[in-house]
């Protein structure tokens, strides 16, 4: 089955720095890769949509500065947490979208813990 | 819908009985629902789906329930086991094709299994 990575699985930063985060269909190309954001006890909300070889999509409320999207390939994309602060502590995970015609399918990253201290 | 801010909602049953999660989705012109099992500290898996012109299908030990009129989707599992300890969540597809389109996850359900 299709595999989606997530590196690193958990990273711990200080407060100001930046931390990026990557996200690899191991054996399929990618269009489309989704990242989300997950707080404990909580559902998978949204952040962005990533399309290859142009500028993410991002939802509503959710700043671009701060959370920069990089798409350079079919197999890899990258979020990177600019000046992370306490509140940006969370788990992100990331999805990769594959499929022709009208059948898709979104496959799932392992997700990544950040704390920021 | 978007469930940001609330907690889960708790499920506990005993191994081998039927465990039934609902769920409520938002938008009604969404086409395609999947419920994902998700275990702590790892990303959601995919269980089932269902399309909008369907109102059951059934897989392994799984049986998933649209109800388009009340915007309601339930997912039952058959003689639940330990393994079946998660959380599940149902995600609906937005705006039609997947090229525009996106999920979006419902709040999520803690199933505890005793043994």
């Known amino acids: 089955g299709a595999v989606v990575s997530q590196h690193p699985s958990w990273v711990i930063c200080k407060s100001g720095t930046s931390v990026k985060i990557e996200c690899r269909s191991l054996?399929?190309?990618?269009?489309?890769m989704f990242w989300y954001r997950q707080f404990p006890k909580q559902s998978l909300m949204l952040m962005a949509t990533?399309?290859?070889?142009?500028?993410?999509?991002?939802e509503q409320g959710v700043e671009k500065d701060k959370f920069l999207i990089n798409h350079a390939s079919l197999t890899l994309s990258t979020l990177t947490v600019t000046s992370a602060h306490p509140e940006d502590s969370s788990f992100y995970i990331c999805?990769?979208?594959?499929?022709?015609?009208?059948?898709?399918?979104?496959?799932f990253g392992p997700g990544t813990r950040l704390t920021v201290t | 819908g978007e469930s940001v801010g609330l907690h889960l909602p708790t499920l506990s049953v005993q191994e081998g009985d039927n465990s039934i999660i609902n769920c409520a989705y938002s938008?009604?012109?969404?086409?395609?629902f999947i419920w994902y099992k998700q275990e702590s500290g790892k990303g959601p898996q995919f269980i089932i789906d269902?399309?909008?012109?369907?109102d059951k299908r059934q897989g392994q030990r799984v049986t998933v329930l649209l109800n388009k009129t009340v915007k309601h989707l339930s997912l039952q599992i058959a003689a639940t086991q330990p393994g079946d300890s998660a959380v599940y969540f149902c995600?609906?597809?937005?705006?039609?094709?997947?090229?525009?389109?996106?999920?979006?996850f419902g709040q999520g359900t803690e199933l505890s299994v005793k043994p």
């Open positions: 999805s990769a979208l594959t499929g022709t015609g009208g059948s898709y399918e979104q496959y």
């Open positions: 054996d399929f190309q990618a269009t489309t």
């Open positions: 990533s399309n290859e070889g142009s500028k993410a999509t991002y």
């Open positions: 938008n009604s012109a969404s086409d395609y």
């Open positions: 269902i399309r909008s012109n369907m």
């Open positions: 995600a609906e597809k937005i705006s039609g094709l997947w090229q525009g389109g996106k999920l979006i």
